[in-house]
């Protein structure tokens, strides 16, 4: 479940919200909901429904080296590859990173956590469909993205998030182990 909505900041999980049980059903049905973070670049919250416990939040990173990027209401001084940009809402509780600056897609070419959140939902959409993964609860499948994942640490605010790195996720063969940041199934 791809979704690229939202307003709000939210320094904490926002779980009195009409998203709660919808997520949690969601999830009890074995659909993860893969949110975007926002883009207002606020570093210490997110946009609701990310902060919605049970989503998968999701903020973006440079996927090359861009030298500076002026976004207008932030820059990016050294804007390069596994760098989060500087409009991408955090916290504690993001859950993963994905490439979320110039995505080309259906010959459009955009930016932002929108652009960033399918790279995760089709990842997971992998993960899911590959035999060797179809037996993992939804829980497990968040966590064997987060520990095969780029650590990736942002500058605005020192939050360490990893970045999704799909091939080494298939590659992944170990049980994946308890993750510091669970989501509840």
Known sequence: LNLSLGGGQFSSQCSNTSFTKAFAD?????ILPVVASGNEGVKNGMSRPACVPGAVSVGAVFDTNMGSVNFGDCQNSNASADVPTCFSNSDDYLTLLAPGWRITAAGITQGGTSQATPHVAG???????????????????????????KTVIDPA?????????????????????????????
């Open 26 to 30: 969601a999830r009890a049905a074995g």
């Open 123 to 149: 990842a997971i959409a992998v993960l899911r469909a590959d035999g060797a993964y179809t037996n993992d609860s939804v829980s497990k499948t968040v966590q064997r993205l987060r520990q095969t994942g």
């Open 157 to 185: 605010n020192g939050q360490s998030t990893p970045r999704i790195d799909l091939e080494a996720a298939l590659a992944d063969l170990a049980p994946v182990t308890p993750d510091p940041k669970p989501t509840p199934d």
